[in-house]
Nanobody, 119 residues
């Protein structure tokens, strides 16, 4: 049974860093991604990683975030630096076969981890 479990969220001051983790069980996925959502808004793309090594980032966050994968541990990470109040959201891990920035292209989702950035 496939399961994605996120961790690493919390309360952080603006300008600081946070690293999110997503551990998958059941199989190794070609693509794993991070999305985020705030109340009343659609889930938006943050970053995605392909098993071949490619990564794609949300344009407005480039330079501040890095996605990486530990394949033996079947875990994906999202390193976020210089966090801003606008980064406050619930962050979701997603996995599937398609290397995509669209939420609908992902089959499996975690429960989410909340990130709150105080200004």
């Amino acid at each position: 049974q496939v399961q994605l479990v996120e961790s690493g969220g919390g309360l952080v001051q603006a300008g600081n860093s946070l690293r999110l983790s997503c551990t998958a069980s059941g199989r190794v996925f070609s693509a794993m991604g991070w999305f985020r959502q705030t109340p009343g808004r659609e889930r938006e793309f943050v970053a995605t990683s392909h098993i071949g090594g490619s990564a794609t980032y949300k344009d407005s966050m480039k330079g501040r975030i890095t996605v990486s994968r530990d394949y033996p541990a079947n875990t994906m990470y999202l390193q976020m630096n210089s966090l801003q109040h606008e980064d406050t959201a619930v962050y979701y891990c997603a996995a599937g076969s398609d290397y995509s920035t669209r939420p609908n292209d992902y089959t499996y989702w975690g429960q989410g981890t909340r990130v709150t950035v105080s200004s």
